[in-house]
């Protein structure tokens, strides 16, 4: 798997770790929840055990509908329009990227072909991530085959892992079924991959921007670098709704190519927005800041072990030999399903973004570890 698309290889696992909990879907498919009036939120079924495309919010204004995210697909596109037009008449008026990881922004083309003069928007620092792929594979923004034929390779390698962890006899029942389940719908999800194509942002901001309307006005902010350099939430200050994107991932935190001592601070100035349901950009809503609270703590936790080790001087394998997680377990992994994929989604990733701040080494964007 190419080293840019990181934030794939860890989309892939976070199924295994975090099932859903709104009924059956057939794979792939999305389930609606209408959060409050005029917000909805589109998420991966209970059942999905594979790739996890972003959560989906769409938030309806007078004059048109904000969309957050898009998917991982040409077939998540579809699927978001198909549902839009079941409930209203309305165009797409604006899609939002919270961030630059591929799962959250290629089903835009479709949003795109069916509402033409939709605003795409996103930071300058998120553009600079969509860029990366499409420069270093030759692909552009434009329908390409070899594009989609690499999507569809990097799915195949998955699954073939997947499937030789299910017949891995050291794993318990429950993971070998949920592996099988996964490499199986990884299969099934290459179809989807037809079509799909990187659409570049329309418009792009470096701190605040407002899609105003009488009823459901939308602050569009870029706090300070958490997850990736780039990351946006979306803030509806009169329903006092936040969508943070991969600045909060439940029930396990994705670390790859993050900045922990930024993440903090962006954490607390989400936290003093008082929200009163927090959107996160994979997991269920959340109804306070208990969650936000766990995340800073289990961040600042790991730079202190890992600052005071790489203080002695110590290399990073060394560093990983010796410090101790167990807090950090206690957290976030206390279920066979979460400890399956915690090491490799929150406790290496983080380690290696520590250490590199802790010695003073650039974090750069699309280059963390695989899992």
Same mark, same amino acid.
Do not use: C
């Given at each position: 798997?190419?080293? @840019?698309?990181?934030?794939?290889?860890?989309?892939?696992?976070? !199924?295994?770790?975090?099932?859903?909990?709104?009924?059956? *879907?057939?794979?792939?498919?999305?389930? !609606?929840?209408?959060?409050?009036?005029?917000?909805?939120?589109?998420?991966?079924?209970?059942?999905?055990?594979?790739?996890?495309?972003?959560?989906?919010?769409?938030?309806?204004?007078?004059?048109?509908?904000?969309?957050?995210?898009?998917?991982? *697909?040409?077939?998540?596109?579809?699927?978001?329009? *198909?549902?839009?037009?079941?409930?209203?008449?309305?165009?797409?008026?604006?899609?939002?990227?919270?961030?630059?990881?591929?799962?959250?922004?290629?089903?835009? *083309?479709?949003?795109?072909?069916?509402?033409?003069?939709? %605003?795409?928007?996103?930071?300058?620092?998120?553009? %600079?991530?969509?860029?990366?792929?499409? %420069?270093?594979?030759?692909?552009?923004?434009?329908?390409?085959?070899?594009?989609?034929?690499?999507?569809?390779?990097?799915?195949?390698?998955?699954?073939?892992?997947?499937?030789?962890?299910?017949?891995?006899?050291?794993?318990?029942? @429950?993971?070998?079924?949920?592996?099988?389940?996964?490499?199986?719908?990884?299969?099934?999800?290459?179809?989807?991959?037809?079509?799909?194509?990187?659409?570049?942002?329309?418009?792009?901001? !470096?701190?605040?921007?407002?899609?105003?309307?009488?009823?459901?006005?939308?602050?569009?902010?870029?706090?300070?670098?958490?997850?990736?350099?780039?990351?946006?939430?979306? @803030?509806?200050?009169?329903?006092?709704?936040?969508?943070?994107?991969?600045?909060?991932?439940?029930?396990? #935190?994705?670390?790859?190519?993050?900045?922990?001592?930024? @993440?903090?601070?962006?954490?607390?100035?989400?936290?003093?927005?008082?929200?009163?349901?927090?959107? #996160?950009?994979?997991?269920?809503?959340?109804?306070?800041?208990?969650?936000?609270?766990?995340?800073?703590?289990?961040?600042?936790?790991?730079?202190?072990?890992?600052?005071?080790?790489?203080?002695?001087?110590?290399?990073?394998?060394?560093?990983?030999?010796?410090?101790?997680?167990?807090?950090?377990?206690?957290?976030?992994?206390?279920?066979?399903?979460?400890?399956?994929?915690?090491?490799?989604?929150?406790?290496?990733?983080?380690?290696?973004?520590?250490?590199?701040?802790?010695?003073?080494?650039?974090?750069?964007?699309?280059?963390?570890?695989? #899992?």
């Amino acid at each position: 798997m190419i080293r @840019w698309a990181a934030s794939l290889g860890l989309i892939l696992a976070i !199924t295994l770790a975090a099932p859903g909990a709104h009924g059956q *879907s057939p794979a792939g498919a999305y389930e !609606t929840l209408r959060l409050i009036d005029g917000v909805r939120v589109l998420m991966n079924p209970a059942d999905h055990a594979s790739f996890a495309s972003s959560n989906v919010v769409i938030i309806e204004q007078a004059d048109g509908l904000v969309v957050v995210d898009s998917g991982f *697909s040409r077939a998540d596109g579809d699927q978001i329009v *198909s549902y839009i037009r079941s409930f209203t008449a309305k165009p797409v008026k604006a899609l939002i990227y919270t961030h630059w990881h591929n799962d959250h922004h290629q089903g835009a *083309s479709q949003i795109q072909a069916a509402w033409p003069q939709v %605003r795409i928007i996103a930071t300058e620092a998120a553009r %600079r991530g969509i860029d990366g792929p499409a %420069r270093l594979e030759g692909v552009g923004y434009e329908t390409n085959p070899a594009w989609e034929a690499l999507l569809a390779g990097q799915l195949r390698d998955v699954a073939a892992r997947y499937q030789e962890a299910a017949a891995n006899p050291e794993n318990d029942a @429950w993971r070998r079924h949920r592996f099988g389940q996964a490499a199986q719908q990884s299969l099934d999800g290459i179809p989807a991959l037809v079509g799909t194509r990187l659409t570049a942002p329309t418009e792009l901001f !470096t701190a605040d921007l407002v899609i105003d309307d009488p009823l459901r006005p939308v602050h569009i902010r870029h706090l300070g670098r958490a997850n990736t350099d780039g990351d946006l939430i979306v @803030w509806l200050p009169n329903q006092r709704v936040v969508a943070t994107g991969d600045i909060v991932v439940s029930p396990i #935190p994705f670390g790859f190519g993050s900045y922990p001592g930024d @993440w903090i601070e962006t954490l607390g100035r989400i936290k003093a927005l008082g929200f009163h349901v927090l959107i #996160p950009g994979h997991g269920l809503p959340q109804s306070d800041s208990a969650y936000i609270d766990r995340l800073i703590a289990a961040i600042a936790d790991i730079r202190t072990r890992v600052g005071a080790l790489a203080a002695e001087g110590l290399t990073l394998e060394q560093v990983r030999e010796r410090v101790d997680y167990a807090e950090q377990t206690a957290i976030f992994g206390p279920s066979p399903a979460r400890q399956a994929n915690f090491q490799s989604l929150w406790l290496s990733p983080m380690t290696e973004n520590a250490y590199k701040e802790a010695t003073g080494v650039p974090i750069v964007q699309g280059q963390g570890e695989l #899992p």
